[in-house]
Structures are given as structure tokens and as C-alpha cells.
């Protein structure tokens, strides 16, 4: 089946730094989403973005589906942004994969 | 919108006891609702898919009748975990979806522990 693995696994910055997450996937999609997962386990929808570039506030998403990869850009880190960044993908079968996420921390 | 609510948010039961974890879509109606299980510091693992009116599939490796599901309309799922023990002690979230490729919003997610 499609194989769903994002990088890096774990990542620490200074408040105030910019990052990239990266989402790469083995086949075809009919969707990907990007989500954080808070402290207290709340999942939050960041982007909704199968292909192309969306940007809210501090947050932007590219997701190039030729390529089989997306990207998730959070520049200006805070301390509220930490905690575990999930991407999922809906593959040709209608399955919902995710990826092991990325576990952030911004230091203050 | 599309705001996804579970209750209870936090459950602690003996062991042999069965435990029922409401999701509801509320402000949407939901075609499909997924239910998943998160291990400490690991990643989401899809349990069943339930579809309004329907039985629910499960994935490979899921005991239908330790996880009853039954999604009784298209703002309400419920997920039971019968006879609950301590090894069924996770964090046990639904999402819910309009239609699959529009994306899925999730609830708050319930921590289950069996004493």
C-alpha cells in the first residue's frame, strides 16, 4: 500500500525561527491534509491541499503531487505552535494513511 | 464550521466493564465517520470506517465485537469498547467527513483507562 513518511521525525527551535516539514508519499493521492496535534490531543486542520500553495498567517503549504511531496512551512515559530504535525493522505481506495508525524518543540 | 465534538473526554473504568464514547458532527451532517486509536507518542491507527445507516468496516487486525459501532444518524457515531481491559487503555478519536475527498475534521479525542 501507499507509504506516507515525513521528515524530520523530531525537531527543536528557538522561538522566532522559521521551519519546514516535509510530507513525502508513494502513489497517487486524492487528498492530503496537514494537521497539529496539541498538547492535549486535539488534531487541528491546518491545510486542506491535494496540489498547489495555501498560506494562513504564519503558516503555508505546497503540495506537489507530480512529485509526490508536500511541504508544510511555519515561519516566526512560537511556543504555542509545538506539539506533533501529521500528514494524511487519501489514497485511490478511499484509505486514510498517515505519517508518524513530526514531534516540534519551540523553546522560548 | 465543521466542528466535531466526543464525549466523554477522559474515562476511567474497571476492567470487565463496557464503555461508550459518543462522536457528533455538529454543524454538519456527516456521510462517513472514521474512529481511531493513538498510542503514547505514536501515530493515529484507523479502526473502522462507519457510514450513516450501514455496518461499519473495520480494518485488519480490529475486533468487531470488542468495537461496536453504530452510527445511528449522520450527526452521531458511537464506538463501545465491550468488556474493556487494561491493554484497550488508549486515546480513541473519531473524525468525521462530508465526503472523503473534501477532507475530515476531528473531535477532541477520549482517554480510555481500564483499571
Known amino acids: 500500500g501507499i507509504q506516507v513518511e515525513q521528515s524530520p521525525p523530531d525537531l527543536i527551535l528557538q522561538e522566532g525561527a522559521n521551519s519546514t516539514l516535509r510530507c513525502n508519499f508513494s502513489d497517487s493521492v486524492n487528498n492530503l491534509q496537514w494537521f497539529h496535534q496539541n498538547p492535549w490531543g486535539q488534531l487541528i486542520n491546518l491545510f486542506y491541499i491535494p496540489s498547489g500553495t495555501k498560506q494562513n498567517g504564519r503558516l503555508s503549504a505546497t503540495t506537489v503531487a507530480t512529485e509526490r511531496y508536500s511541504l508544510l512551512y511555519i515561519s516566526s515559530s512560537q511556543t504555542t505552535d509545538s506539539g506533533v504535525y501529521f500528514c494524511?493522505?487519501?489514497?485511490?481506495?478511499?484509505?486514510?494513511?498517515f505519517g508518524k508525524g513530526t514531534r516540534l518543540h519551540i523553546l522560548p | 464550521g465543521a466542528v466535531v465534538s466526543q464525549h466523554p473526554s477522559r474515562v476511567i473504568c474497571k476492567s470487565g466493564t463496557s464503555v461508550k464514547i459518543e462522536c457528533r458532527s455538529l454543524d454538519f451532517q456527516a456521510t462517513t465517520m472514521f474512529w481511531y486509536r493513538q498510542f503514547p507518542k505514536k501515530s493515529l491507527m484507523l479502526m473502522a470506517t462507519s457510514n450513516e445507516g450501514s455496518k461499519a468496516t473495520y480494518e485488519q487486525g480490529v475486533e468487531k465485537d470488542k468495537f461496536l459501532i453504530n452510527h445511528a444518524s449522520l450527526t452521531l457515531s458511537t464506538l463501545t469498547v465491550t468488556s474493556a481491559h487494561p491493554e484497550d487503555s488508549s486515546f480513541y478519536i473519531c473524525?468525521?467527513?462530508?465526503?472523503?475527498?473534501?477532507?475530515?475534521?476531528f473531535g477532541p479525542g477520549t482517554r480510555l483507562t481500564v483499571l
Open positions: 473524525s468525521a467527513s462530508v465526503h472523503l475527498a473534501g477532507g475530515q475534521f
Open positions: 494524511a493522505v487519501l489514497n485511490r481506495d478511499d484509505k486514510i494513511i
